[in-house]
């Protein structure tokens, strides 16, 4: 077993066996309290790790704010032993009843609870097999099926005739005229028309309608709520817990890795840089901003573990924005011990220390870089979350940057999403999100199923939630300020970093994956040392590697 360390400091997740203990405990008394029969015995039935663990997660867990990755996945904390839980009914001297001889009501609630935890098993281990298959590096066997899965997804989603097209197109058009009439009204303090305006609005979409009805439903409601002045208060209501379950959330975030290539591409490409980057070192330090869920690293950890002669020694600092909670670190906790399971699993050293707080606000001392560590900086699509307000000198934004180019990382991997509504007007802001939300909104529309509650969870996440901020929240409340890859690039600079060339090699693979196995909209190259990714000739990603002027 290797040695799992958690540094034990003021903002820095803790994971003790004394933790795993008390979890298991909790995950007994749920149960308990769901059917009194329910008790842990040494001749229990055991419930396997990853089950108990997600488990634990439906029970007790909401979603909260992840504002870094290009969707919000659930929180899935993994505990690291089994739990034993006994279904059996028992008399009063411990002994079992046999079918035969119990009363009609102790043989139901027996057949009751065995179907309860069969239910709950069976659900905890089909979602412990989705959060591998979106996390860990799949075999090479396996691309044939799912690229035979994308295929089978065009045919089902794709295919109008030529008639029903150019209606949709009238729809689109007519639609899209109403809702920047209903901004405009809004923009110039005429309330009363843009409350008409939106009940046209809303007679022509719905959020289970084509793309351009959802749509029109989700900046219907951002309108609305600008109107009312609630953007803020659902906004944070919309952060801290999910429509949807958390196994519908699970499922979501793998139709999301299966029909869309965005995220997935983003890890495979960074995950092989920064793999190839650390060669030969025996300790290495990730220091990552916007860890989110961690969804990134099981399969670079997956990857150490096969290094001839041993894992080198592994810590990963994890960095999130505060959360809508009374507790802002408890979802990069989570992850940590997520992150702690998967090195069990594949025999890694472990460390992890996490904070969540304002970025601008992080310290060098904080990160607590040690002499001897082979350290890379990763930052995934969550910068554009930080404020861009300018001072006398800097920003927030540069101000991460300085401390990212003060900790002098071997490589500093970037992602942005390449947004242009960051205006400080309103009427230019909203017409730059509607024509970024319509590329989304017609992704969806293609590659996903038009019943799928996938959908509506993927759209919740990613169109429902940013456009309610973008398009209700002004002032520090609006945390949705994307602008242009290649506007970042003169910050960069000047903060002292210079561009890594793209490794060719894996660039390829990856417009190889894009090519077989995802829509032919998606579209992946490279375009002045960048790696973009979008839909339909519009690009909505950047990513790019970077090192110190100095190395």
Same mark, same amino acid.
């Given at each position: 077993?290797?040695?799992?360390?958690?540094?034990?400091?003021?903002?820095?997740?803790?994971?003790?066996?004394?933790?795993?203990?008390?979890?298991?405990?909790?995950?007994?008394?749920?149960?308990?309290?769901?059917?009194?029969?329910?008790?842990?015995?040494?001749?229990?039935?055991?419930?396997?790790?990853?089950?108990?663990?997600?488990?634990?997660?439906?029970?007790?867990?909401?979603?909260?704010?992840?504002?870094?990755?290009?969707?919000?996945?659930?929180?899935?904390?993994?505990?690291?032993?089994?739990?034993?839980?006994?279904?059996?009914?028992?008399?009063?001297?411990?002994?079992?009843?046999?079918?035969?001889?119990?009363?009609?009501?102790?043989?139901?609630?027996?057949?009751?609870?065995?179907?309860?935890?069969?239910?709950?098993?069976?659900?905890?281990?089909?979602?412990?097999?989705?959060?591998?298959?979106?996390?860990?590096?799949?075999?090479?066997?396996?691309?044939?099926?799912?690229?035979?899965?994308?295929?089978?997804?065009?045919?089902?989603?794709?295919?109008?005739?030529?008639?029903?097209?150019?209606?949709?197109?009238?729809?689109?058009?007519?639609?899209?005229?109403?809702?920047?009439?209903?901004?405009?009204?809004?923009?110039?303090?005429?309330?009363?028309?843009?409350?008409?305006?939106?009940?046209?609005?809303?007679?022509?979409?719905?959020?289970?309608?084509?793309?351009?009805?959802?749509?029109?439903?989700?900046?219907?409601?951002?309108?609305?709520?600008?109107?009312?002045?609630?953007?803020?208060?659902?906004?944070?209501?919309?952060?801290?817990?999910?429509?949807?379950?958390?196994?519908?959330?699970?499922?979501?975030?793998?139709?999301?890795?299966?029909?869309?290539?965005?995220?997935?591409?983003?890890?495979?490409?960074?995950?092989?840089?920064?793999?190839?980057?650390?060669?030969?070192?025996?300790?290495?330090?990730? =220091?990552?901003?916007?860890?989110?869920?961690?969804?990134?690293?099981?399969?670079?950890?997956?990857?150490?573990?096969?290094?001839?002669?041993?894992?080198?020694?592994?810590?990963?600092?994890?960095?999130?924005?505060?959360?809508?909670?009374?507790?802002?670190?408890?979802?990069?906790?989570?992850?940590?011990?997520?992150?702690?399971?998967?090195?069990?699993?594949?025999?890694?050293?472990?460390?992890?220390?996490?904070?969540?707080?304002?970025?601008?606000?992080?310290?060098?001392?904080?990160?607590?870089?040690?002499?001897?560590?082979?350290?890379?900086?990763?930052?995934?699509?969550?910068?554009?979350?930080?404020?861009?307000?300018?001072?006398?000198?800097?920003?927030?934004?540069?101000?991460?940057?300085?401390?990212?180019?003060?900790?002098?990382?071997?490589?500093? =991997?970037?992602?942005?999403?390449?947004?242009?509504?960051?205006?400080?007007?309103?009427?230019?802001?909203?017409?730059?999100?509607?024509?970024?939300?319509?590329?989304?909104?017609?992704?969806?529309?293609?590659?996903?199923?038009?019943?799928?509650?996938?959908?509506?969870?993927?759209?919740?996440?990613?169109?429902?939630?940013?456009?309610?901020?973008?398009?209700?929240?002004?002032?520090?409340?609006?945390?949705?300020?994307?602008?242009?890859?290649?506007?970042?690039?003169?910050?960069?600079?000047?903060?002292?970093?210079?561009?890594?060339?793209?490794?060719?090699?894996?660039?390829?693979?990856?417009?190889?994956?894009?090519?077989?196995?995802?829509?032919?909209?998606?579209?992946?190259?490279?375009?002045?040392?960048?790696?973009?990714?979008?839909?339909?000739?519009?690009?909505?990603?950047?990513?790019?590697?970077?090192?110190?002027?100095?190395?």
């Amino acid at each position: 077993m290797p040695d799992m360390l958690m540094e034990d400091e003021e903002d820095v997740g803790m994971f003790r066996e004394e933790d795993i203990k008390a979890k298991e405990q909790s995950f007994k008394e749920v149960l308990v309290r769901e059917d009194p029969d329910f008790t842990g015995t040494s001749q229990a039935r055991q419930v396997n790790t990853s089950a108990a663990a997600v488990l634990e997660t439906l029970v007790e867990s909401s979603p909260t704010q992840n504002p870094g990755n290009i969707l919000a996945p659930p929180t899935v904390l993994v505990a690291s032993s089994n739990v034993e839980v006994d279904y059996s009914l028992k008399d009063s001297k411990g002994k079992k009843h046999c079918h035969e001889e119990a009363s009609t009501a102790e043989y139901l609630e027996e057949t009751q609870s065995k179907k309860q935890v069969t239910r709950y098993s069976e659900e905890a281990s089909n979602l412990s097999e989705i959060l591998d298959k979106v996390t860990l590096c799949p075999p090479e066997e396996d691309i044939a099926s799912h690229t035979e899965e994308s295929r089978l997804q065009e045919s089902v989603a794709g295919g109008s005739s030529g008639k029903k097209v150019q209606d949709q197109r009238k729809h689109v058009v007519g639609l899209k005229r109403l809702l920047h009439q209903c901004a405009l009204a809004a923009s110039s303090g005429d309330d009363l028309a843009a409350k008409e305006i939106l009940n046209s609005i809303r007679l022509q979409s719905s959020p289970h309608g084509d793309a351009s009805q959802r749509l029109g439903h989700y900046m219907a409601n951002a309108i609305e709520a600008r109107l009312y002045g609630t953007g803020s208060t659902l906004y944070a209501n919309s952060c801290r817990m999910m429509e949807s379950s958390l196994a519908d959330t699970l499922k979501a975030y793998e139709a999301y890795f299966t029909a869309v290539p965005f995220q997935r591409m983003s890890n495979i490409f960074a995950n092989k840089a920064i793999y190839r980057q650390l060669t030969g070192a025996n300790k290495v330090h990730i =220091v990552d901003f916007g860890i989110s869920y961690g969804f990134q690293w099981p399969c670079i950890i997956q990857g150490f573990s096969a290094v001839p002669g041993g894992s080198p020694n592994l810590r990963i600092t994890g960095i999130d924005f505060p959360e809508q909670s009374p507790l802002p670190s408890n979802t990069v906790q989570k992850t940590g011990s997520n992150l702690m399971n998967y090195c069990r699993k594949f025999n890694v050293p472990f460390q992890y220390n996490c904070m969540a707080r304002k970025w601008d606000s992080i310290q060098f001392e904080d990160l607590k870089v040690k002499e001897g560590e082979r350290l890379v900086v990763n930052c995934m699509y969550s910068l554009r979350q930080v404020s861009d307000e300018i001072g006398e000198d800097s920003g927030p934004r540069d101000t991460v940057l300085n401390l990212i180019k003060k900790i002098n990382p071997e490589m500093l =991997v970037l992602g942005f999403l390449n947004g242009n509504y960051n205006s400080a007007f309103f009427t230019t802001r909203f017409r730059e999100a509607l024509s970024h939300f319509s590329t989304l909104s017609d992704m969806f529309e293609t590659t996903l199923a038009h019943e799928e509650k996938s959908r509506l969870v993927l759209e919740q996440a990613m169109l429902a939630k940013a456009a309610m901020n973008v398009i209700a929240c002004e002032g520090a409340a609006r945390v949705e300020r994307p602008e242009r890859y290649k506007r970042w690039i003169p910050r960069i600079m000047k903060a002292g970093f210079v561009q890594i060339p793209l490794p060719k090699e894996i660039l390829e693979e990856i417009e190889a994956k894009v090519r077989l196995q995802y829509h032919q909209k998606f579209f992946v190259r490279e375009e002045n040392n960048w790696m973009v990714q979008g839909w339909n000739g519009r690009v909505l990603y950047g990513l790019s590697l970077w090192k110190p002027v100095n190395q």
